[in-house]
């Protein structure tokens, strides 16, 4: 493990120095205890984020402009180059990211002359559903009403009777005719959906301003998004399914633990275990640890790679290998979970969340065998 390691960090070092400093990789820890194995693998990261030795460098203008010059190219293509849309998505999506989304979705071809009379028809096949599947008689309605009135109440966007009503009809549909039907959870990953559909600007938008007839297009458009993101984040963890979320616990604590046994130990000697926190880091793709324009580019991410379901479970260790020295500080079950329940990730920039999913891939080639 300890060669494949090694191999990554010097390939990663010459092909894509800017995106991964080269303290972030993977290294031999040094123990001064001879009791230690010397294979053990420790993350650095910790050394860059907890101590300040890492700023994160904002990209500049002229970096960004040329991001969404190469995107607007992309996508003005008549036949989207998908392999070259996921590899500008991985990098950030600053400009129409609704389309991005779509494409990488499968909600829309990559023929761009086809979009129109494919929207018409995601429409048409949603207006189906709806016809056979009255969502007035949704067994679980009155858990989804629940739910989305506690799904980011703290934006009065939210609270308006329109969304509240595409949101409710989406889930309670997905509920009637999805695998597994309606989870909680769930209504937090179509409410970022549908706020990436309609634009929604959270520096200035305070109301729904959509024309009705596009917001029937959108919301056929979300039914079918959350369809693509459910059917295989939920379908990929079986959650529903008993033991499901111990599997996914235990595969994650042994991850932390060989990046970094000492948390790892830290956690068994407080009686700390991931599924007094991790539940919602798990369920809602960390939606809630984040500020939302950071869940945004964090969802760039995943919807960029083919596997992201698998990815979700390394960042979610990725995240906690961030916090690891400040975690390590703390000496009361108290003290930890108040801090695992409340990331202090106010202050991070794009650039960190970039950085995570960096880091959360090379975990996930390491412990690829």
């Not at 300890?2 to 010097?10: D, G, I, N, V, Y």
């Not at 966007?157 to 889930?171: D, G, I, K, Q």
């Not at 059917?231 to 529903?240: K, P, V």
């Not at 033991?243 to 616990?249: N, S």
Request: hydrophobic letters at 45%; glycine letters at 4%; charged letters at 25%.
């Amino acid at each position: 493990m300890l060669q494949k390691a090694r191999e990554l960090f010097a390939l990663r070092k010459q092909t894509s120095e800017k995106v991964i400093p080269q303290n972030v990789l993977y290294s031999e820890r040094k123990e001064q205890s001879s009791n230690r194995d010397p294979r053990t693998l420790k993350l650095n990261v910790n050394l860059i984020f907890n101590k300040g030795e890492y700023k994160s460098i904002p990209d500049t203008p002229q970096e960004l402009a040329k991001r969404r010059d190469d995107l607007l190219a992309v996508l003005a293509s008549p036949t989207v180059d998908m392999k070259r849309l996921r590899e500008l998505s991985w990098k950030g999506v600053e400009t129409r990211r609704d389309a991005v989304w779509k494409m990488l979705l499968g909600v829309v071809s990559n023929n761009v002359a086809e979009h129109g009379a494919e929207r018409l028809r995601v429409r048409r096949d949603y207006e189906g559903l709806l016809e056979h599947n009255n969502v007035e008689l949704c067994p679980r309605k009155n858990l989804v009403g629940i739910d989305l009135r506690r799904t980011y109440n703290e934006i009065e966007w939210f609270s308006e009777p329109a969304v509240v009503a595409v949101l409710t009809r989406v889930l309670c549909l997905w509920d009637m005719t999805g695998v597994g039907g309606y989870l909680q959870g769930m209504s937090d990953l179509a409410a970022i959906m549908f706020m990436v559909l309609v634009g929604y600007d959270e520096h200035q938008q305070t109301k729904l301003e959509t024309p009705k007839e596009e917001l029937a297009l959108l919301e056929a458009e979300l039914y079918f998004m959350c369809s693509s993101v459910f059917s295989r984040f939920f379908g990929y963890y079986s959650i529903g399914e008993k033991g499901a979320l111990e599997r996914i616990l235990r595969d994650i604590l042994r991850i932390v633990k060989t990046a970094d046994h000492c948390l790892g130990q830290h956690f068994e000697h407080h009686s700390v275990e991931l599924v007094q926190f991790a539940f919602r880091w798990i369920y809602v793709m960390l939606s809630r640890e984040l500020p939302l324009r950071l869940v945004f580019r964090l969802w760039d991410c995943y919807f960029s790679t083919e596997d992201f379901n698998r990815l979700h479970s390394f960042v979610v260790a990725s995240l906690l290998l961030r916090f690891s020295l400040q975690l390590l500080k703390l000496h009361t079950f108290g003290e930890l979970m108040k801090m695992l329940q409340a990331l202090p990730t106010g202050g991070w920039s794009k650039k960190d969340v970039e950085m995570l999913a960096q880091e959360a891939t090379v975990l996930m080639n390491i412990f690829a065998e």
